[in-house]
């Protein structure tokens, strides 16, 4: 529970983040006279790169260094990064925004990383789906009410000044909460001989490709990936021009709606992978995500949008908590730092690429509709795709219960 608070509330200051970064952008280039749509996707792809840049550094470093520690450090780095931000406020320009994006980004891909590997040394392999469904469920929730709070933060206070304040308390009380999740086991075994630096990260990439649930499930993760990192960049863009919605109420509202169907899907997700499999909720969510989305962007603002909104988010958490289970399950333990951030570093490449497109189409209302409706065809492709793989097959049927450690197989088998 310590474990779950404290990550609900570092992700809290995240999606705050996700808001008062482009507030600051924004209020920095009416100073200086300077508007582009290019630097809000600069600052949206340094905060997403590093978990490509550093995922084979940091898998090695999660297998070798204690997690609990590193989830707090991270989380006293972010906020002393936010601090100096609005300690500082009007004194820099948007290059130190960039500097901060990227190295904000880079304290949450260890945090992340951290996370999912340390939740199987607290949770039984049979729950694992549950675990990561409640990650998943406080994630989205965060998504809708730390973007709201971002922009009520900037209305309140005329600026981005309170928000980064916030943001950086949000990450000091996660700090205080991990600290009461005790000491923890290390997934890796102590009799694991270390190699060199390089040869583990290596072995990560090795391990995923040589297995074909986390082969396939990690080239998958690319294309939803890049759909949101579209999404994200333009999402202002996207409702204002396609749909329709003519204030920042109505934006705020159908972004809330794409937080609630995040919740409803992250809640449902372990029902359905014990009625199917881990592999085919993947598959489904990729199918209804990319279904709804799709006519999302043949609507204009009312009713209609917003319950599509949450549809193709359900589907979104249908994708994730799946995704995140097969890792954990299909990494062996003395593995599970370096599969998790390799994979997430693969899969995660995409979002950059898709915020950079996206605030490259930004520059052309006239392209924008069209390309928003090509982008769900992509995830409704990947889909086809999985049906014909080993993951759709065979990913943990109904009546799995879970894995046993490679340690605790040998056991069995002596006894």
Request: charged share 10%.
């Amino acid at each position: 529970m310590a474990l779950w608070v404290g990550q609900a509330v570092s992700h809290f200051g995240t999606y705050v983040a996700w808001v008062t970064l482009p507030f600051l952008v924004l209020d920095i280039q009416r100073q200086t006279g300077n508007e582009s749509t290019l630097d809000f996707a600069i600052t949206y792809a340094l905060e997403t790169a590093p978990t490509l840049l550093l995922g084979l550094i940091v898998g090695v470093l999660i297998d070798r260094w204690q997690l609990r520690p590193i989830m707090i450090a991270t989380d006293l780095l972010r906020a002393s990064a936010f601090f100096y931000l609005a300690a500082s406020y009007g004194s820099y320009g948007v290059g130190t925004v960039f500097v901060v994006a990227f190295l904000v980004g880079s304290f949450t891909t260890f945090f992340d990383g951290a996370l999912f590997a340390l939740i199987p040394s607290l949770v039984p392999r049979r729950r694992l789906a549950d675990a990561n469904s409640f990650v998943a469920a406080s994630q989205q929730l965060n998504f809708a009410v730390g973007a709201l709070a971002g922009g009520l933060f900037a209305s309140a206070s005329g600026g981005p000044a309170l928000g980064l304040y916030v943001n950086g308390l949000s990450f000091v009380i996660s700090a205080v909460f991990l600290g009461w999740v005790g000491r923890v086991a290390h997934h890796r075994s102590a009799d694991d001989a270390r190699l060199p630096f390089v040869t583990e990260a290596m072995e990560g990439l090795r391990y995923i490709w040589k297995e074909p649930r986390l082969r396939v499930t990690t080239i998958a993760a690319a294309v939803p990936n890049f759909v949101m990192g579209f999404i994200e960049a333009t999402v202002v863009l996207l409702f204002s021009v396609i749909l329709g919605a003519n204030s920042n109420a109505q934006i705020g509202i159908l972004v809330a709606a794409m937080g609630v169907g995040g919740i409803i899907g992250a809640l449902i997700a372990p029902q359905v992978i014990r009625t199917t499999g881990l592999g085919r909720t993947m598959t489904f969510g990729m199918i209804l995500s990319g279904l709804l989305l799709f006519a999302v962007m043949f609507t204009t603002y009312g009713l209609v949008p917003l319950a599509l909104n949450v549809g193709w988010m359900i589907g979104v958490s249908l994708i994730n908590v799946p995704l995140a289970t097969i890792r954990q399950h299909y990494a062996d333990d003395n593995m599970l730092g370096r599969v998790t951030t390799v994979s997430r570093a693969i899969g995660w490449a995409t979002l950059p690429l898709g915020a950079l497109i996206g605030g490259w189409l930004g520059e052309s209302e006239d392209r924008l509709p069209l390309v928003a409706r090509l982008f769900p065809t992509l995830l409704i492709a990947t889909a086809l795709w999985l049906i014909t793989t080993v993951v759709w097959k065979d990913t943990f049927g109904p009546n799995f219960e879970g894995r046993h450690s490679r340690h605790e197989e040998s056991q069995a088998e002596a006894a």
